[in-house]
């Protein structure tokens, strides 16, 4: 099992920022990415920002990039979201997830945090 604790959500002003910490505990040896995900109200979650913890490749939704910056420290078993530029439209949950490996192989995000709330205000 691997237990993911998010903080640094708040409220902030458009074009404000924020940093996101999601720590991972437990099997973290078995991590092969980390990501992050939003939810709105009244909308599906959809994918922000994926980061591997080996290579440290990384991927964005296209609503974001440029704007934010996903890292990780293995040291610390700790992901981040560097949030630059915040609009409104980016007010949401924010879900950190892990992808583990099993048998050999990624099995897809299958340990999930409790989710931080991001408010953005025009």
Do not use: H
Request: with cysteine; aromatic share 12%.
């Amino acid at each position: 099992q691997v237990q993911l604790v998010e903080s640094g959500g708040g409220l902030v002003q458009a074009g404000g920022s924020l940093r996101l910490s999601c720590a991972a505990s437990g099997r973290t040896f078995s991590i092969f990415a980390m990501g992050w995900f939003r939810q709105a109200p009244g909308k599906a979650r959809e994918f922000v920002a994926r980061i591997s913890w080996s290579g440290g490749n990384t991927d964005y939704a296209d609503s974001v990039r440029g704007r934010f910056t996903i890292s990780r420290d293995n040291a610390k078993n700790t992901v981040f979201l560097q949030m630059n530029g915040l609009k409104p439209e980016d007010t949401a949950v924010y879900y950190c997830a892990a992808v583990p490996v099993v048998g050999g192989s990624p099995i897809g995000y299958d340990y999930w945090g409790q989710g931080t709330q991001v408010t953005v205000s025009s």
